[in-house]
């Protein structure tokens, strides 16, 4: 590995700093002082007779009894993917990812699929996804979502540009983000974050790549087949070779852009009778829906502690930098109740604990001296707005209580000396369009907390699903604009706050590859 340009901004000219060598996990230490049987016994008891293990308090649901609520998991937790994730903070990722495992909210199978509105190329023209699910006859309820049945009744165009019958569309209701995918020509593209598309990467320029949505980067080049059923895709002549190469078959369009948005709703996907397992989604190539993707988790995706161990040992093995807990809320008992076993196979790397501040305090103090690293995002401040958008008058309240109790426990974040997240609290800010009057009252909160809050703010934000058409969301329907990005800095600037994250390291995933000083 090469030395890394780290910003002051990670590590303070040393104040930030914990030498690799001194670093002890936190539930290393707690495990070591014997208090960790004590702390899985507390948690186990937050999950019945009536579960408290989140806000939602709900009364009368014995998990320990296997009854869901409604976060829809009962005793063991779900997971819906795990992998060493790239789209994270460079303080996470490092260079070989950080160990995600992301937690279903419900019982959804996997999370490979699109929102309503994508288009897919098919030999009547370019149809929503949406529609093409509703034309499906014999519906039948399928692992939280539904599956309907195709019969020979309508071809989508393949990768190859061959025509294929579809089979099954799926749907399920999904809570996560999305990654928007923009390339330099055509429109962009919504996935989940494990969605396959098919790239090419300057590091082996004639191989064709299926790369996950969340791990494409600005190197990658999208396959975009010329023959597509609406019409021949024809490269204008002002477009610049910089950005399109073509072959006889296809052009590669490089990626401009890859962002996250917050996505509540149902997502789709089809399944082709094509051994390419292909068809075209918004003129890009992606992946066919593939449960056997899913299988690497094992059958099932509800997972007893030991197996739950297993795979964050897993996810150490491959290298990542750190455990990644997504959306962990509803689960907090499971992961305190695999950690023994965790310790014992070998676990050593920081826990992270990544959340959308919607946590109880009971199960925070139960993550006290587990938990490396708090990642809390923090929405919105006011209770109107957050009742609007987010569902949940009460979700300022107990996110100010959150992270205030977040940095009680582990303090501002500290890195090792490659700049590596060790300890500490990071908060993600999404800027909303038009709503700049949040984000300077929670950016002067922060501030409150502490100046050296390291803070992600974040521009992510693309309307999708209800706040596109809802006439109701018409002020959140744009993007944000550059101005209000800047004005979101100026306010941080002024608030006191100086800690921001950016992008500081070249990764491309597998390879380590590094900028030198
Ligand atoms: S974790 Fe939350 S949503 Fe799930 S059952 Fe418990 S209280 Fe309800
Ligand atoms: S890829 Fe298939 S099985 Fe997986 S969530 Fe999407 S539709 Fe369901």
Not at 105 to 113: D, G, I, K, M, Q
Not at 165 to 172: E, G, I, L, Q, T
Not at 203 to 229: F, I, M, Y
Not at 265 to 285: C, K, R
Request: proline share 6%; aromatic share 12%.
């Amino acid at each position: 590995m090469g030395r890394w340009v780290i910003p002051p901004e990670v590590h303070g000219n040393g104040r930030f700093v914990i030498p690799r060598r001194e670093f002890i996990p936190a539930y290393l230490k707690t495990y070591e002082e014997g208090r960790l049987k004590e702390k899985v016994e507390e948690a186990l008891s937050h999950l019945g007779p009536s579960c408290r293990v989140c806000p939602r308090l709900c009364k009368g649901v014995d998990r320990l009894a296997n009854a869901f609520g409604v976060c829809r998991v009962g005793r063991y937790a779900r997971v819906a993917s795990a992998f060493p994730h790239f789209g994270e903070e460079d303080v996470l990722r490092g260079w070989r990812g950080s160990g995600t495992i992301f937690f279903s909210w419900c019982n959804l199978r996997c999370v490979f699929c699109m929102p309503p509105d994508t288009m897919v190329m098919t030999e009547e023209g370019p149809l929503p996804i949406q529609e093409i699910f509703e034309r499906g006859e014999r519906e039948l309820d399928y692992a939280g979502g539904q599956v309907r049945f195709f019969d020979q009744s309508l071809r989508v165009f393949t990768r190859h540009s061959r025509l294929a019958w579809v089979s099954k569309a799926f749907r399920h209701p999904y809570k996560g983000d999305l990654i928007r995918i923009e390339p330099y020509y055509g429109p962009p593209l919504l996935l989940t974050p494990n969605h396959e598309v098919f790239a090419v990467h300057p590091s082996a320029p004639h191989q064709v790549l299926r790369v996950r949505a969340d791990q494409l980067t600005g190197e990658h080049w999208l396959l975009v087949p010329k023959r597509n059923g609406f019409h021949s895709v024809i490269k204008p002549s002002h477009f610049s070779e910089e950005y399109i190469k073509e072959s006889e078959d296809f052009y590669l369009v490089a990626v401009q852009n890859c962002g996250r948005l917050a996505y509540q709703g149902w997502v789709y996907n089809l399944e082709v009778d094509d051994p390419d397992h292909s068809y075209i989604a918004s003129f890009v190539a992606v992946s066919n829906c593939q449960n056997y993707e899913v299988s690497q988790l094992g059958e099932g995706e509800e997972l007893t502690p030991k197996e739950l161990a297993r795979l964050m040992i897993r996810l150490q093995e491959m290298g990542c930098h750190n455990i990644n807990f997504v959306t962990p809320e509803h689960v907090v008992p499971q992961i305190v109740e695999a950690l023994p076993y965790a310790i014992e196979m070998g676990l050593r790397v920081p826990l992270v604990y990544n959340t959308s501040a919607y946590d109880s305090l009971e199960s925070l103090r139960v993550m006290e001296g587990l938990v490396d690293i708090y990642m809390p995002d923090f929405k919105l401040w006011t209770p109107e707005r957050s009742r609007k958008y987010l569902l949940a008058s009460n979700y300022p309240e107990v996110a100010r209580q959150t992270i205030a109790e977040m940095h009680r426990q582990v303090g501002e974040l500290k890195v090792d000396e490659d700049g590596l997240a060790v300890r500490g609290v990071l908060v993600r800010h999404l800027v909303m369009p038009g709503l700049l009057d949040e984000t300077r009252e929670i950016l002067r909160w922060l501030a409150g907390l502490s100046r050296d809050t390291y803070v992600n703010i974040m521009d992510q934000y693309y309307p999708a699903w209800k706040a596109k058409t809802d006439p109701r969301y018409a002020e959140i329907n744009r993007r944000v604009f550059r101005r209000e990005m800047e004005e979101a800095f100026r306010m941080a600037r002024e608030a006191g706050l100086w800690r921001f994250d950016a992008r500081w390291r070249v990764v491309i995933p597998g390879i380590e590859w590094v900028m030198m000083e």
